[in-house]
C-alpha cells in the first residue's frame, strides 16, 4: 500500500513537468534565420534559445537542457557537424535530438556525414514551416515521455529503497523483540538453560542455575555440562561417575531423565531436553534441565493410592454384592410400585372418560389437544382430530370479564367463561386448569364444569328479583310522586274555585313540584332497566380530568376546594357517560357533607394490578346506621334528595365489575371504587 501511495506520488510530480516550458536550442549564424525559426516555433509551452555559433551553443549546453537541437551546416569556427560531434561525445548530452538545417550543403556526402556525427534528421532551407512545426512538436514529446519516464523510474528506485529500508527496520525491530523476549522467558522461567559447544563447554546459562543448582553464572561459565548430571545414585549417595557427553549429543531432542548434582553435592531428578543449531558454522547445544523432584514424589504418592485404591476396591466390591442383593429386593418393590401405578393409570382413565365435566390436555409446546373425554366431545360436538386442525382461541376459554382468550400457561381455578360448539351455541362454564408434564412435554389440563343451565336459572331469578324490587320500589314512588301530586291538585281546587288569577309565586311551586316528580321518576327508570354499557379501553385519569372544571366550579361557588391526585393507571374498559355520573354524584355528596373553607380530593392509583379511584371529602362523617341504608332506592339524608343517586352509583359499578367501599370517622369520608383487574 505505501508503494503504490509513493508511485501515485511520482505520478503527481511527472504530471507537474509537462506543464514546464520545453527549451530549443536553435544554432545559425545568420539572425534572420534564427527570427525565421522562432516565428515558426513561437509557442507557450516552448522556450526558444537562440546561439549564432557552436562554440556559444556548447555553452548553453553546459547550463541548460534542450529536448531538441536545430543546427545550421554552414557556419564560421565550429561547424555544424564539428558542433555535433563534440554534442554526442558529452554524456549528458549525446541523446539529445539534432536536426540539421542546410541550404548550401545538400549533397549527398554531407548528409551522410550529418547523420554519422548523431543527426536524426537533414532539412533543405527553404523548408515546410508547418511540417517543422510538427517535427518538433513529436520531438519535445519524445523528450517529455524520456523526462517522465526518468522521474517515474527515479520514484520507483526511491520506492523500492525506502520499502527494502522499512523492511530491515522492521526486521531489526523483529530482532531486537525476540532477543528481550528471550531474555525474558530466560530469567522467568523456571527451567534451568544451558548452552554449550561441541566439547561441552558451558557458553551460557539463565538466572534459574542459582536456584536449582547452587552456582552463580561466572561460577558454570566454561564449566563441563556432564558434571552437572550422574548416571545413577545407590541408597541416595551419587556416584563419581558422570554423564558422557557423547551420551548428552546422542540424545536428540528427545527429553530423558537424569540425576542432577548440585553444588552442594546434593542430587535431584532431572528431565533435560537437547537441541542443536549451527551458529557461524559452529555447532551450539542448548539443554533444557526441569526439576522433577515434586513429579517423582506425585508418582510415589500415585503407587501408594493405587494400593489404597486396590484395598478399597476389594472393600467395594464386598458392599457392592450387599448393594446387589438390596437391589433385587429393590426391583421387587418396583414391580409393585409400577404395577400399582399401572392400576392408577387405569382409574385415571375411567376417571377422565366418566367424569361429568369436560376434560381436555392439551401440550403447549405443540398447540394441539393430546386427549379429550367422550363429555367434551358431546358438548362441543367437535372430535380430537377437529380440534387439532381449529385455533383453540377462537372456540375455547373466552373469559367474560374483559373478552380476551384465557392464557392456558398460567393456572386458574373457576374461572367464569364462555365456548362456542360446533353448531354454533355458545354456553357458559367454569374453567380450572393446571400445569402439568406429558412424556416430557409442558401440557395443560383443562378442566371445564358446565353451568349454562344454572346461568340460565340465576337470570331467570335475577330477572324475578329485579320485578320484585320494582315493586316494592312502585310503593315508594307512589309516595314520592303523591305528594307534589297533592300540591299541585290542591292549588288547582282553589284556582277553579277563586277567579281571580293565581299569582306567580303559586305557579312557581306548582312547577317545582312538577319537576321533582318528574326527577324522580327519571332516576328510578335509570335504576329499574336493564342498561348495556357501551365500554371501550380509556384511561379513567383523562375522564376525571375532563370532568374535574365542573366540579371546581361546584366547589368553589360554595367556598370549598377540590384537588386532583392522579397518578398513572393503565387503562381498562369503561362507559364515559356512567363513570361521568358515578363520579358528579358522589363529589357532589362530599361537597354537600362539607362546610365552607373544607376541601374534596379526587386521587387515583394502581394497586394489586386493579385501578382504584378514590374521591375523599372532610365531611363529619357517616353514622354506621346510615351506612347500612347506603344504596337503598329512596333512602336519603338530604331534604331535597331523591335517594336514587348512590343507587345508580352501585348499578354502575356492578356493570363495570367493580367494588364501591366506604371508610368514614370524623375527619372525613373516602368512597373507594376498585375496578377489578
Known amino acids: 500500500m505505501k508503494k503504490s501511495m509513493q508511485q501515485k506520488n511520482c505520478t503527481v510530480k511527472i504530471d507537474s513537468t509537462s506543464t514546464k516550458k520545453v527549451n530549443i536550442l536553435m544554432v545559425d549564424d545568420h539572425p534572420e534565420n534564427l527570427l525565421a525559426l522562432e516565428a515558426v516555433l513561437t509557442s507557450p509551452n516552448y522556450n526558444l534559445v537562440s546561439a549564432t555559433s557552436g ?137 534451568t538453560i544451558v548452552t554449550f559447544d561441541t566439547y561441552g563447554k558451558i557458553l551460557s546459562v539463565n538466572k534459574a542455575i542459582k536456584s536449582m543448582f547452587g552456582y552463580s553464572y561466572e561460577e558454570v561459565v566454561d564449566y563441563q555440562i556432564g558434571s552437572l548430571f550422574l548416571i545413577d545414585t545407590v541408597e541416595k549417595e551419587a556416584k563419581s561417575k558422570q554423564i558422557d557427553m557423547s551420551f548428552i549429543k546422542q ?210 331469578m335475577a330477572r324475578l328479583d329485579r320485578l320484585n324490587l320494582i315493586g316494592e320500589m312502585a310503593a315508594g314512588i307512589a309516595h314520592e310522586i303523591r305528594n307534589p301530586m297533592t300540591t299541585v291538585h290542591g292549588f288547582l281546587q282553589v284556582a277553579k274555585s277563586s277567579r281571580d288569577p293565581l299569582k306567580l309565586e303559586i305557579v312557581d311551586l306548582m312547577l317545582d313540584e312538577l319537576n321533582r316528580a318528574n326527577s324522580i321518576i327519571t332516576e328510578f327508570l335509570n335504576l329499574a332497566k336493564n342498561k348495556v354499557s357501551d365500554k371501550k379501553s380509556q384511561s379513567i385519569n383523562n375522564i376525571i380530568e375532563s370532568l374535574f372544571p365542573l366540579i371546581q366550579a361546584e366547589a368553589l361557588r360554595s367556598s370549598k376546594e377540590a384537588i386532583l391526585d392522579l397518578h398513572e393507571c393503565p387503562d381498562i374498559y369503561l362507559d364515559e357517560k356512567e363513570i361521568r355520573q358515578i363520579i358528579l354524584n358522589i363529589a357532589l355528596n362530599g361537597l354537600d357533607a362539607m362546610t365552607p373553607g373544607g376541601e374534596l380530593a379526587i386521587r387515583t392509583y394502581t394497586e394489586n394490578k386493579d385501578v382504584v379511584l378514590e374521591i375523599q371529602d372532610q365531611g363529619e362523617g357517616i353514622s354506621p346506621d346510615i351506612i347500612e341504608k347506603i344504596g337503598t332506592p329512596f333512602f336519603t339524608t338530604k331534604e331535597e334528595g331523591t335517594g336514587l343517586g348512590l343507587a345508580i352509583c352501585y348499578s354502575v359499578a356492578e356493570r363495570h365489575q367493580a367494588d364501591i367501599y366506604i371508610t368514614t370517622g370524623d375527619t372525613g369520608t373516602i368512597f373507594s371504587i376498585r375496578f377489578n383487574s
Open 55 to 191: 562554440k556559444q551553443a556548447l555553452k548553453y549546453m553546459l547550463k541548460q537542457d534542450f529536448a531538441v537541437i536545430l543546427l545550421d551546416v554552414q557556419m564560421p569556427g565550429l561547424n555544424g557537424f564539428e558542433t555535433a560531434k563534440l554534442i554526442k561525445m558529452r554524456e549528458k548530452t549525446k541523446n539529445i535530438p539534432i536536426i540539421f538545417i542546410t541550404a548550401i550543403s545538400q549533397d549527398v556526402e554531407h548528409v551522410h556525414q550529418g547523420y554519422s556525427v548523431g543527426a536524426i534528421d537533414y532539412i533543405f532551407k527553404p523548408y515546410e514551416p508547418e511540417l517543422l512545426k510538427q517535427k518538433i512538436k513529436q520531438f519535445v514529446k519524445i523528450h517529455q515521455n524520456h523526462e517522465e519516464q526518468l522521474i517515474q523510474n527515479e520514484a520507483e528506485k526511491t520506492a523500492e529503497i525506502q520499502e527494502i529500508n522499512e523492511k530491515l527496520d522492521l526486521t531489526t525491530l523483529d530482532l531486537r523483540r525476540s532477543e528481550a523476549l528471550a531474555k525474558v522467558i530466560g530469567d522467568t522461567i523456571l527451567d
Open 251 to 460: 540424545a536428540g531432542e528427545r527429553v530423558f531423565e537424569v540425576i542432577a548434582l548440585r553444588k552442594d553435592k546434593s542430587w535431584f531428578h532431572a528431565d533435560i531436553q537437547v537441541g542443536k543449531t549451527t551458529v557461524e558454522g559452529h555447532e551450539i547445544f542448548v539443554c533444557t534441565i526441569r526439576d522433577i523432584t515434586e513429579r517423582k514424589q506425585m508418582e510415589e504418592d500415585k503407587k501408594q493410592k493405587y494400593i489404597d485404591m486396590e484395598t478399597i476396591v476389594q472393600e467395594r466390591t464386598m458392599e457392592l454384592l450387599i448393594a446387589n442383593e438390596k437391589l433385587k429386593t429393590e426391583i421387587v418393590e418396583r414391580k409393585k410400585i409400577a404395577e400399582h401405578l399401572l392400576a392408577s393409570q387405569e382409574r385415571f382413565k375411567k376417571m377422565f372418560e366418566s367424569s361429568p365435566n369436560l376434560l381436555a390436555i392439551f401440550s403447549l409446546d405443540d398447540k394441539s389437544f393430546i386427549d379429550v373425554n367422550e363429555r367434551w366431545i358431546e358438548y362441543t360436538g367437535y372430535s380430537n382430530e377437529e380440534l387439532n386442525s381449529l385455533n383453540l382461541g377462537l372456540l375455547y376459554c373466552i373469559e367474560e370479564s374483559n373478552c380476551h382468550y384465557q392464557d392456558l400457561q398460567t393456572p386458574s381455578r373457576n374461572q367464569k367463561i364462555t365456548y362456542k360448539t360446533k353448531s354454533g351455541q355458545i354456553r357458559s362454564g367454569l374453567l380450572s386448569t393446571e400445569l402439568i408434564t406429558l412424556h416430557s412435554k409442558q401440557c395443560a389440563l383443562i378442566v371445564v364444569t358446565d353451568i349454562t343451565d344454572r346461568v340460565l336459572l340465576e337470570n331467570e
